[in-house]
């Protein structure tokens, strides 16, 4: 078999969060229709943002929201928070946020298949992308969104093990097994 033929014997795999969008663009292009201080409850669902069907949904109370922007009570007063974060924070249990993190990645072995085999070398390139939002309300009413992510993910990690198989085996294990001989 030639080694051309071998690299389609190396593992991968796929790795994803459930969500209505495939990309992180499509995620992008849904946040940003999210207006504060119009956007209802209604309108997210709308836009395909259901808290009660759409997965990795997770929701969070005004002390979890203090948690995300690192506030405790004694900073409230002294920095400048975002419009509608104060007000959301003042309203307790009026206020409740929805945090939602997706992603997709693929992973795949490449690289040298003999050296893979062995455990001499083994690389893997995870490409993907990534999405978190955050979108807090009042009442039923959309008072501030925040998103991040990564668009585009492509990563290498690559482990090598000089002695290949034998890498994990101690001293004393060789030791125990020549002397049985």
């Known amino acids: 078999m030639g080694t051309a033929g071998c690299k389609t014997l190396l593992p991968s795999g796929e790795q994803g969060s459930l969500a ?6 499509q995620a992008e292009s849904i946040f940003k229709k999210i207006t504060p201080n119009k956007t209802t409850i209604e309108g997210l669902r ?3 943002i259901d808290f009660h069907k759409t997965p990795n949904l997770k929701t969070l109370t005004y002390l979890d929201v203090m948690e995300r922007f690192k506030l405790d009570s004694t900073l ?3 920095i400048k928070l975002p419009d509608g974060i104060q007000e959301a924070l003042n309203q307790h249990e009026k ?4 945090e939602l993190t997706i992603h997709q990645t693929n992973k795949q072995r490449v690289g040298n298949f003999w050296k893979d085999l062995l455990a001499f070398e083994q690389i893997t390139r995870s490409t993907g992308w990534e999405f978190q939002g ?14 991040s992510g990564s668009p585009i993910l492509d990563k290498i990690e690559s482990n090598k093990q000089p002695l290949g ?5 101690d001293a004393g294990t060789i030791m125990d097994a020549a002397s049985e001989l």
């Not at 209505?20 to 663009?25: C, G, L, N």
């Not at 206020?95 to 929805?98: F, P, Q």
């Open 20 to 25: 209505p969008w495939d990309s992180y663009s």
């Open 76 to 78: 409230l007063n002294s």
């Open 134 to 147: 955050l979108i807090i309300m009042v009442n039923e009413t959309v008072v501030y969104v925040l998103y």
């Open 165 to 169: 198989p034998f890498q994990g085996i």
């Open 95 to 98: 206020c409740k946020a929805y």
């Open 46 to 48: 709308e836009l395909g």
